[in-house]
């Protein structure tokens, strides 16, 4: 079975890699601020949404790294 990133172009693989990890540090940042958020919340306010906003977002992360790791293989599969 094919990837889906083997009808790219290297240089829109290279493109795509550079906006996944700029897309990934973004989310990595908002993701820490809704935990720092949560928390002060929490200990001001006691438990509730912003508590576990966070982990709704966390999945989306780990999927992200994921599809970095698949064009990095790509990349090097064609070296």
Do not use: C, D, W
């Amino acid at each position: 079975m094919a990837s889906t990133f083997s009808t790219y172009t290297k240089e829109e693989l290279l493109k795509k890699l550079k906006n996944q990890k700029l897309f990934l540090s973004i989310q990595s940042v908002v993701i820490l601020l809704m935990f720092i958020f949560g928390v002060f919340s929490t200990v001001e306010n006691g438990m509730s949404f912003h508590t576990f906003l966070p982990l709704f977002f966390i999945p989306m992360l780990f999927v992200m790294v994921y599809e970095l790791k698949k064009i990095k293989k790509e990349l090097t599969s064609r070296t």
